[in-house]
């Protein structure tokens, strides 16, 4: 599949579209007063009131739409559904559109993406019936920016959404071969037994039992500028080791590699928009298998930084393929090292599917980040690296415990595991994503998604040239 992705754009042009009014319903019934007789009775009668993506076509002489009023809805509403009035002309009759006048900054940016990511159809094992509705960009937005962010959110969502049949570890490799290749940028990837030597011992620990060999993907772009590292958790299929996953819970773990998708999106964005950087990748793609070979509760086992971890839970695999992604990438002295990792359903427990939280020390990232979340329709919120739990992932044993017991505060204590990886990098950032909408909502059908990837590339430029 590698990283070809669907075409979400806008219309080449906007010469002869129908356009598109928009309605608040504070300003609706003083709009329709404006409008012809025939034109405010239709709007009436089919009960138009601005309401969040509702619309209303208003025939003109030859059965064609003049104009369409689309529902902005209340401050409110928007709140509670973003990508709604976006959404919604997705859904409009074959034909061009363009709005009359496009809200500014935000909400203008919120609009387009309602839109484009409604174009999103994952089709590869069933046809799809795409949109047939096409908006024209207006001149002062910047549509190839927007355009980029939703071919990197695409393909993030290509990937969570194919199962681990057709996207185990070699075909998460051969996706990062192929983004690569499209922007000439260079792939390393060390496997199976090569980790012990490359001393990624983790990370061979973890998938050694699964039929396709552990690696290491290693992906760098870029000759100059401050140094970027995403560590993208590449679990493509969690049984939960010996620590066996109940059946219900091992339904959606093809998504357990949500990490891995969303910085190979964001790379994309990184790539496409030629940011003045130096990027590199790294994706530990195992399988968490179940065998004679796998590794078992109370293995002590050695990380690539020396630290040994006391295996409390096999369950518990993503920190550890991540412990020696981090430790690699701190030896390389990033200005900015994040990783992202569907890694803890007590991030879900705290702040639900749709919110990812992060945590940092870094507060000039954080103010930045909680700036660009809220420009980009991408909610994050900042969860604390606190100190005081620090004992709880030392089980005495060894150095560090990888599933503290006690059931409390379970992705803070995953982050501080993390943490004691990356201690070397300047700014460290840890997202703990879900990367998947149990069901359909405006511009995000049931199934894989990106989150915190948008915050990121709209906060990346300020963080690294302070």
Known sequence: MGSRVMTLSFAATSEGAIPIRLVRPGTCEDILAALP????????????????????????????????????????????????????????????????????????????LGYLFSLYRFSRYRAQNGAKARLAAPAGLDAARLERIAAGEALTRDLVNTPAEDMGPNALEHAARDLAAEYGADVTATHGESLLDANLPLIHTV??????????????????????????????????????????????????????????????????????????????????????????????????NGKTVEINNTDAEGRLVLADA???????????????????????????????????????????????????????????????YEKLIEPGIADLDNAPKGGFAGSITAALFLRRFAADARSYAH?????????????????????????????????LVR
């Open 326 to 388: 981090l430790s690699l990438a701190a030896e390389e002295d990033p200005d900015l090292l994040v990783s992202m990792a569907t890694l803890t359903g007590a991030a879900r427990v705290a702040l639900g599917a749709d919110i990812a939280p992060f945590y940092t020390d870094d507060e000039g990232l954080a103010a930045s980040l909680s700036r660009a979340a809220a420009e980009v329709a991408d909610p994050v919120w900042r969860m604390p690296f606190h100190a005081p």
């Open 431 to 463: 997202f703990d994503i879900f990367a998947w909408s149990q069901s359909d909502a405006p511009g995000r059908p049931k199934g894989g998604f990106g989150q915190g990837a948008r915050a990121l590339f709209q906060a990346i430029p300020e963080v």
């Open 37 to 112: 007789g025939a034109a405010a009775a239709w709007a009436r009668h089919h009960g138009f009131t601005g309401a969040l993506g509702q619309t209303c076509a208003l025939p003109g002489a030859e059965g064609r739409p003049d104009l369409v009023l689309l529902g902005l809805g209340t401050d409110a509403e928007r709140a509670q559904t973003r990508f709604a009035a976006g959404a919604a002309i997705a859904k409009l009759p074959a034909s061009d559109y363009a709005i009359e006048e496009w809200p500014d900054g935000a909400e203008g940016s919120e609009l387009a």
């Open 207 to 304: 998938g050694r039992a699964s039929d396709e060999d552990p690696r290491l993907i290693d992906m760098v772009w870029g000759s100059e500028g401050p140094r970027l590292t995403l560590v993208g958790k590449g679990v493509c299929f969690d049984t939960g080791g010996l620590n066996l996953k109940p059946g219900a819970s091992m339904g959606l773990m093809k998504k357990d590699m949500g990490g891995a998708a969303t910085v190979l999106g964001l790379a994309r964005m990184i790539m496409d928009e030629g940011l003045p950087l130096r990027l590199r990748v790294l994706i530990p793609a195992v399988e968490n298998a179940v065998a004679g070979n796998a590794f078992r509760p109370g293995d002590i086992l050695t990380a690539r």
